[in-house]
């Protein structure tokens, strides 16, 4: 399993854009990776997770158009990328990777938490005027 860090949190006011990185420790283009956001109250969701090959993305519905996640597989590093945004959006931001165990399966998604079988330590962003 590889190791996964985030970085790029921080403050920012309402309609500002913010970049968030996720670095592997090893090589990142055999995980899926997930962004998953854990507002204060609320159970940690799964807002963007984008396929080991890149294919295919997914976001939840209140982020879409505003958020884009990407990733570098030659530079080991993940991105989810936030315009507009939103109070609402503020949260602890974790990166999870899962695992892909044949080339067969590179342009499938993963949405259940529970399969996601490395994490991040999390990192903030608030987003507040």
Request: aromatic share 10%; charged share 25%; hydrophobic share 35%.
């Amino acid at each position: 399993q590889v190791r996964l860090a985030e970085s790029g949190g921080g403050l920012v006011q309402p309609g500002e854009s913010l970049t968030l990185s996720c670095v592997a420790s090893g090589s990142i283009s055999i995980y899926r990776v997930g962004w998953y956001r854990q507002a204060p109250g609320k159970q940690r969701e799964l807002v963007a997770a984008i396929s080991a090959d890149g294919s295919r993305v997914d976001y939840v519905d209140d982020v879409k158009g505003r958020f884009t996640i990407s990733r570098d597989n030659a530079k080991d590093v993940a991105h989810l990328r936030m315009n507009e945004l939103k109070p609402e959006d503020t949260g602890v931001y974790y990166c999870a990777g899962d695992k892909v165990l044949h080339p067969r399966f590179n342009n499938y998604l993963t949405r259940a938490d529970y399969e996601y079988e490395t994490w991040g330590q999390g990192i903030q962003v608030t987003v507040s005027s």
